[in-house]
C-alpha cells in the first residue's frame, strides 16, 4: 500500500521561507513522478511543482516559478519543496502526489496523480 507522509508546513511570516518534506512508502517509486498541489479554504486544488524521481527533471507552477525550488532524494523516496519569498496567497494546504506513468508535465496540465497525501498546513502572515 503506497503511503505518501508530507512535514514541514507551519506559521511564517511574509518573505520568509519553509522546506516540505514528502516520504514515500509501499512501492518502488524509481519510475514515478511526485510533485506538489495545494488547496487555498474556498478554492481549488492547483498544481504546484513535480519532479520524475529518476531523472530529475522539473515542472513548476508560474505562480511560483523562481521561488519554490522541488527536489528529489531518489534513494529515500523522497521530495522536498522548498519555498522562498512566501507570499500571503501561497496560504494553503500542500499535498504530496505520486504518479507511476503520468510525467510531471503532464501531471501539472492535467492535476492528476494516483497516490496522495494527507497534507500539512502553510499559513503565510502578512
Known amino acids: 500500500q503506497v503511503q505518501l507522509v508530507e512535514s514541514g508546513g507551519g506559521l511564517v511570516q511574509a518573505g520568509g521561507s519553509l522546506r516540505l518534506s514528502c516520504a514515500a512508502s509501499?512501492?518502488?517509486?524509481?519510475?514515478?513522478?511526485m510533485g506538489w498541489f495545494r488547496q487555498a479554504p474556498g478554492k481549488e486544488r492547483e498544481f504546484v511543482a513535480a519532479?520524475?524521481?529518476?531523472?530529475?527533471?522539473?515542472y513548476y507552477a508560474d505562480a511560483v516559478k523562481g521561488r519554490f525550488t522541488i527536489s528529489r532524494d531518489a534513494a529515500k523516496n523522497a521530495v522536498y519543496l522548498q519555498m522562498n519569498s512566501l507570499k500571503p496567497e501561497d496560504t494553503a494546504v500542500y499535498h504530496c502526489?505520486?504518479?507511476?506513468?503520468?510525467?510531471?508535465?503532464?501531471?501539472?496540465?492535467?492535476?492528476?496523480?494516483?497516490?496522495w497525501g494527507q497534507g500539512t498546513q502553510v499559513t503565510v502572515s502578512s
Open positions: 519532479i520524475r524521481l529518476s531523472v530529475g527533471n522539473t
Open positions: 509501499g512501492r518502488t517509486f524509481s519510475s514515478y513522478a
Open positions: 502526489a505520486a504518479d507511476p506513468t503520468t510525467p510531471p508535465q503532464a501531471m501539472a496540465l492535467k492535476g492528476i496523480a494516483r497516490y
